[in-house]
Nanobody
């Protein structure tokens, strides 16, 4: 069983930065494929970025490429999402997810474990 707990959300202005954290227990993130998804009101959950188990390269959705960075601290067993140059359209609940297979997938149905989510609101 993998338990995930997100933190770091909040209310920021356009152009600001924010870093989300996802603390994991029950399994090493080093050997787990991880991803961030987000869901805005009235919209489907969408893939933001993912990092495959081991030393895989990160994968980003086009909408966040160049602005968001996913990283993993194996010693702390924590996943991060650094978000820069935030836009109002980034407003959503952000979820971290774990997949028990090596490769990243952009379909949320491919993920086995989810955190409870953290709200990010970008507004002036």
């Amino acid at each position: 069983q993998v338990q995930l707990l997100e933190s770091g959300g909040g209310l920021v202005q356009p152009g600001d930065s924010l870093r989300l954290s996802c603390s994991a227990s029950g399994r090493s993130l080093r050997t787990t494929t991880m991803a961030w998804f987000r869901q805005a009101p009235g919209k489907e959950r969408e893939f933001v970025t993912g990092l495959s188990a081991g030393d895989g390269n990160p994968i980003y959705a086009d909408s966040v490429k160049g602005r968001f960075t996913i990283s993993r601290d194996n010693a702390k067993n924590t996943l991060y999402l650094q978000m820069n140059s935030l836009k109002p359209e980034d407003t959503a609940v952000y979820y971290c997810a774990a997949r028990l297979y090596r490769s990243v997938r952009d379909d949320p149905r491919e993920y086995n474990y989810w955190g409870q989510g953290t709200q990010v609101t970008v507004s002036s």
